[in-house]
């Protein structure tokens, strides 16, 4: 069967790294985690003392690091470097860091040729904030998934607790209103529904919901390409 390219995107909690590492298991394909991506390229900034304003330095580090995906049984591994960093990237510090680092076009430019490399060959599942508006305009399949924010703050605080962050709800709400607020009103690829991208509203659905939803969507466009 055709190999497909799938891009997902949506905002902070959505849902997105769950739901793409899924459907990617299910498939069989590559799962690309784009966020991880501006994550590593945050700590690498921190270790090094470049700060997240200073854009040409950012862009040149962002050339000179090799960031790759390792599969782990379940989940996935991120390499920087070399270096298993899939627990770093996730600490408040990078987090808090990542949007304003992200900003900046010429790091994109840096980062969206190193995306686009990735998924060459088809058979992967990309997941971000511009994948189906920039990185991957032609994906085969487009998902834009959003929920309320109490219920993304919810699923943000659950995935931190689990990494033995213990966080106040409400703190975590703010934290992802604010990287929403960066992440659309940038002016480079903002976050953005695409306009041929189906909406997602995971509000109330589980995981398995949306899954099946998005397999669904595979075999009817696998159906077309006949
Ligand atoms: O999905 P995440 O929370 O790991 O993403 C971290 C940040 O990276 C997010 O706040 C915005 C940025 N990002 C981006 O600008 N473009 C992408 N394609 C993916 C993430």
């Not at 960031?67 to 990078?94: C, K, M, S, Y």
């Not at 992440?183 to 909406?199: G, N, T, Y």
């Not at 997602?200 to 398995?208: A, H, K, P």
Request: hydrophobic share 40%; aromatic share 2%; net charge negative.
């Amino acid at each position: 069967m055709e190999r497909l390219t799938i891009a997902i995107d949506g905002p902070a909690g959505a849902g997105k790294s769950t739901v793409a590492r899924r459907v990617a298991q299910r498939l069989g394909y590559l799962y690309i985690d784009t966020g991880a991506m501006y994550r590593a390229l945050t700590l690498a900034a921190q270790r090094r003392g470049v700060s997240p304003h200073d854009e040409d330095a950012l862009a040149k580090l962002a050339r000179v690091l090799t960031i790759a995906f390792a599969a782990d049984g379940n989940g996935q591994r991120v390499l920087l470097d070399g270096e298993d960093v899939t627990d770093a990237i996730r600490a408040p510090d990078v987090t808090a860091e990542v949007s304003h680092v992200a900003r900046h076009p010429l790091v994109r430019e840096v980062m969206v040729e190193k995306q686009r490399e990735l998924a060459r060959d088809g058979g992967i599942v990309m997941d971000g904030r511009d994948i189906g508006t920039h990185v991957l305009p032609n994906a085969d399949i487009k998902i834009y998934l959003t929920a309320s924010i109490d219920e993304r703050a919810r699923r943000r605080q659950r995935e931190m607790e689990a990494r033995g962050y213990h966080v106040a709800l409400e703190t975590v709400k703010e934290e992802i209103a604010r990287r929403d607020r960066l992440d659309s009103e940038r002016a480079v690829a903002p976050l953005q529904k695409a306009a041929d991208a189906r909406l997602l509203d995971t509000t109330g659905l589980s995981v398995d919901d949306v899954v099946e939803e998005i397999l669904a969507m595979c075999r009817t466009r696998g159906r077309e390409g006949e």
